[in-house]
């Protein structure tokens, strides 16, 4: 069974920085991974998107240039680095993966941008 975990969630001021790990178990080989987040009465919204082999990412205008994703296949690791951070970024964070066309999706972690 697919379990993501994540962690790195936090408070930060206003043009801070946080790096969210999600752990993931079970998967018998790299697949695509993504973040998704979703803040207080909005609909859950995709932030970045890494390839299986970590030579593609995507993100949405919102936050390209201030978000990073990367993965470490032997840490079983994948990263979310938030840069710039701004008051609408707060949000709960969330990993997910779609390995045999399930989705599996982690318990999220609380990131909070406030001054």
């Known amino acids: 069974q697919v379990h993501l975990v994540e962690s790195g969630g936090g408070v930060v001021q206003p043009g801070g920085s946080l790096r969210l790990s999600c752990t993931t178990s079970?998967?018998?080989?790299?697949?695509?991974m993504a973040w998704y987040r979703q803040a207080p009465g909005k609909e859950r919204e995709l932030v970045a998107y890494?390839?299986?082999?970590?030579?593609?990412?995507n993100y949405p205008e919102s936050v390209k240039g201030r978000f990073t994703v990367s993965r470490d296949d032997a840490k079983n690791t994948v990263y979310l680095h938030l840069d710039s951070l701004k008051s609408e970024d707060t949000a709960v964070y969330y990993c997910?993966?779609?390995?045999?066309?399930?989705?599996?999706w982690g318990q999220g972690t609380q990131v909070t941008v406030s001054s």
């Open positions: 997910y993966t779609r390995p045999d066309g399930s989705d599996v």
């Open positions: 079970g998967l018998a080989f790299a697949h695509a």
């Open positions: 890494i390839s299986s082999t970590g030579h593609f990412t």
